[in-house]
């Protein structure tokens, strides 16, 4: 049922596309554009790719970040996020978070799920080549990054719960709570610099989720 309205849902916030041409990846669009493919069979036996477009930090003209479908170079169709973009076979599904995009899979009809490829000048496909040229690096900065994440949770959560704990009808109920953890001011923007490098590669992988939230 949950599934059904869901699905409902994201058909209304998808409209056709204009069929103009993908717009090659530029380099300066590291930072705030994914751009992922796919490969598929058409109903005639031809293959046609597939990629979708999304600029994390939304559209110049409303600011609502959308992902775009395109099918040999020519856009289908544009949707806000979350997305769900019918293929041949199945569906393609799109999220973001606050650091990068957290889903961008194909799901066939008959279950399963295949991640999109990044494009190889994009930040997510940089990263994917050092992970396959270079693995045993690519676990090492995948471990550290994680780490900051946890980092930023452990001094962020404690903090938060103060604040909270400090509003007259919370205190009153319960009492306050006052956080182990006491950094200088310089030292807490100093983790939470390094919670946001951490959550952003871990976006890079489409590893992040609630955790990044609360260390960013």
Same mark, same amino acid.
């Given at each position: 049922?949950?599934?059904? !309205?869901?699905?409902?849902? #994201? ?44 600029? *994390? ?8 970040? &959308? #992902?775009?479908?395109? &099918?040999?170079?020519?856009?289908? !169709? ?44 994009? #930040? ?11 693995? &045993? ?6 471990? !550290? ?5 946890? !980092? ?29 953890? &006491? ?18 590669? *871990? #976006? ?13």
């Amino acid at each position: 049922m949950f599934d059904g !309205a869901r699905n409902r849902l #994201a058909a209304r916030r998808v409209r056709p596309g204009t069929g103009q041409p993908l717009p090659p990846f530029r380099w300066w669009q590291l930072a705030g554009r994914s751009l992922r493919t796919l490969t598929l069979p058409g109903p005639g036996g031809a293959a046609s790719t597939y990629a979708v477009d999304v600029r *994390r930090a939304g559209d110049g003209s409303d600011g609502a970040v &959308r #992902a775009r479908l395109y &099918r040999d170079g020519v856009q289908l !169709a544009v949707s806000t996020l979350p997305a769900r973009l019918v293929v041949p076979g199945g569906r393609i599904e799109v999220a973001v978070g606050t650091f990068g995009l957290r889903r961008c899979h194909y799901v066939p009809a008959g279950g399963g799920e295949v991640p999109l490829i990044p494009h190889p000048s994009s #930040a997510e496909g940089r990263r994917a080549r050092l992970h396959h040229e270079r693995p &045993r690096l690519s676990r090492v900065v995948g471990l !550290a990054s994680t780490l900051l994440v946890l !980092a930023g949770v452990c001094v962020a959560v404690p903090q938060i719960i103060q604040e909270i704990s400090q509003v007259p009808p919370v205190a009153d109920s319960i009492g306050t709570f006052t956080s182990p953890i &006491r950094l200088p001011p310089t030292g807490n923007v100093l983790v939470g610099i390094a919670a946001v490098i951490g959550s952003t590669e *871990r #976006a890079l992988r489409m590893r992040s989720n609630w955790l990044d939230d609360l260390a960013g």
